[in-house]
């Protein structure tokens, strides 16, 4: 079993995190059966950007990374108070654990500045938000990162993306990552990416 660590942070957009609940659960029931999610953030109680509140099933402080092989990371609207916790050292903790560990880290639009405040982006090759009127390449330049202006940019076991309209590709890639490209491709046909 392949298991997945959602990490939200509160404000984080609910479409971005639905994204990986979604795509793997597809793949467990009906690809090739081996994804799991858990979701995990430091409140018992999460809402995203527009409200919509998340009980997380596991809390921060019991995660054990041992116990995952990949984690995901949903961006999320500063005026909903997500770099309040998605800067906290709590949260950096848990990236730069992963990180030590060579697993999977996948972080959609802005939640790439998660890792560049846990210090894993000197150096890499990396995108967020790209809208002109956005300052957050920036920000991600001001981490180390190279931005590269791709919608999905993919540098070692790092997967970072430009906005949230990247959300399935982001999830298919990490799909395909923890299993192959045969199956993520029967999985994208059956829930109607055939071809996309």
């Not at 906290?88 to 992963?98: E, H, K, L, W």
């Not at 920000?139 to 940019?153: H, K, N, P, S, T």
Request: charged share 25%.
């Amino acid at each position: 079993m392949k298991r997945v660590l959602l990490l939200l942070a509160d404000g984080f957009e609910a479409v971005e995190a639905s994204v990986f609940t979604d795509v793997l659960g597809w793949n467990m029931l009906e690809g090739d059966g081996t994804t799991q999610v858990v979701t995990t953030g430091l409140h018992d109680r999460l809402k995203c950007t527009w409200n919509f509140t998340v009980i997380p099933e596991v809390t921060l402080d019991s995660v054990r990374v041992d116990d995952y092989d990949a984690l995901a990371i949903p961006g999320g609207f500063e005026e909903a108070g997500f770099y309040k916790d998605a800067y906290d050292p709590r949260f950096s903790s848990v990236i730069q654990a992963f990180h030590a560990q060579d697993k999977w880290i996948a972080p959609i639009c802005v939640a790439a500045l998660t890792l560049g405040k846990a210090g894993l982006l000197e150096g890499c090759r990396a995108t967020t938000y790209d809208h002109p009127t956005s300052i957050r390449k920036k920000q991600l330049r001001e981490f180390g990162a190279i931005v590269v202006d791709e919608q999905v940019v993919v540098d070692g076991n790092l997967i970072t993306s430009c906005n949230p309209a990247t959300a399935f590709e982001v999830a298919f890639t990490l799909l395909e990552k923890l299993t192959t490209r045969e199956n993520t491709l029967h999985v994208k046909d059956l829930m109607g990416f055939a071809g996309k």
